[in-house]
């Protein structure tokens, strides 16, 4: 998984625009628990919320459900937005180090936006990290349910992701018999090789018309961080790019009326 260059991202962006209909999106974030046994005086450390211990995999994946960079290794027991801050692409999106290109519009003669990545509940607002309204303020606000339909089908990229590896490496539906150190290497390798399969073999894109919401956070608390002005005005502009004649789909008004974006 080399560091993409900057024409790396614009690739990447460009496929999540054409592929997923949302512009200057430079991935889909999520995280994924791989249960394992108890380790040796591991204590309450892995012990995550579902009451099994497990480490962390975080992930981010490109428009065709390969990983750009991953981080393995974490306590079952942080979430994923802690987990995301200390991790390398966290603090190096934080300190923009990541040769990420400049701001671009994302509607023809708009204002420059950052590249942005999706992700859930789970992960704070930032300038470049997206994450949906809160159920608290959607109430009958239809831009707001429209937006998190939106995002929540480009994130779903990173779900439909943990989902095939799982299914090509069945050890991942288990609770993997080693010590932590040793799962870390499994995780490593499944996810390169994981890579080197989609590259040789062509996807057909999951449907998405028909979405409808699998989150798998319903225990935890959203990690909400620090949301700044800035970081919701973005938020904001992609709103009302949804809402408009140019960046709309003609799905999302359908899947409002059938009450299947409340998410």
Known sequence: MPKPTKEDWQNISREYKEIWNFPNCIGSLGGKHINIQCPINGGS??????????IVLLGLVDAHYRFITIDVGS??????????AKSALGKALENDTLDVPPDTPIEENGDPMPYVIVADEAFP??????????RATLGGNEGNKIFNYRLSRTRRVVENAFGILSNRWRVFRTNIQVQPKSVDNIVLAACCLH???????DFQLAETNN???TEVLENME?????????SFEIREKYKDLFLS??????WQYEMNRRGRINI
Do not use: I, W
């Not at 607002?125 to 809160?134: C, E, F, I």
């Not at 959203?222 to 800035?230: E, F, V």
């Not at 004649?245 to 003609?250: E, Q, R, T």
């Open 45 to 54: 450390a892995y012990f995550n919320y579902k009451g099994v211990n497990s």
């Open 75 to 84: 306590y079952g027991r942080n979430s994923d937005g802690n987990v995301f």
């Open 125 to 134: 607002l930032k300038p470049y990290l997206m994450r949906p309204y809160s």
């Open 195 to 201: 890579n080197m399969l989609c590259q040789s073999h």
């Open 211 to 213: 979405y409808e919401s």
């Open 222 to 230: 959203p990690l909400r961080g620090n949301s700044t002005q800035r």
């Open 245 to 250: 004649s140019v960046g709309a789909v003609p």
